[in-house]
Nanobody
Framework: QVQLVESGGGLVQAWDSPRLSCAAT????????MGWFRQAPVKGREFVAA????????YYADCVKGRFSISRDNAKNTVYLQMNSLRPEETAVYYC????????????????WGQGTQVTVSS
């Protein structure tokens, strides 16, 4: 059974730099693209970042490019999202997800999802 468990969320101050983690079990981690998405209240799920199975390729949403950084440790079956200069409007539930092999921004192509971790950014 595949499980993705996010951690590192909570209440943070604007311009803080928290790091989210997502630990994966039940899949061959090194064959999966890993992605981060977020969903704010009354909004749809939004792509944030993705990293290829090898870690060589990364994609970012334009609104986070230059501030967020995605990375992975295949030995630990864990993907990270370093978030810098957070803004109050980025308050959302952050989800990690796994897509087999091909890197993608499309949520529909991710087969496995975590339960999400709430990030609340206070001004």
């Amino acid at each position: 059974q595949v499980q993705l468990v996010e951690s590192g969320g909570g209440l943070v101050q604007a311009w803080d730099s928290p790091r989210l983690s997502c630990a994966a079990t039940g899949l061959t981690f090194s064959t999966y693209t890993m992605g981060w998405f977020r969903q704010a209240p009354v909004k749809g799920r939004e792509f944030v970042a993705a990293i290829s199975w090898s870690g060589r390729t990364t994609y970012y949403a334009d609104c986070v490019k230059g501030r967020f950084s995605i990375s992975r440790d295949n030995a630990k079956n864990t993907v990270y999202l370093q978030m810098n200069s957070l803004r109050p409007e980025e308050t959302a539930v952050y989800y990690c997800a796994a897509a087999y092999m091909r890197i993608t921004r499309q949520a529909v192509e991710y087969a496995y999802w975590g339960q999400g971790t709430q990030v609340t950014v206070s001004s």
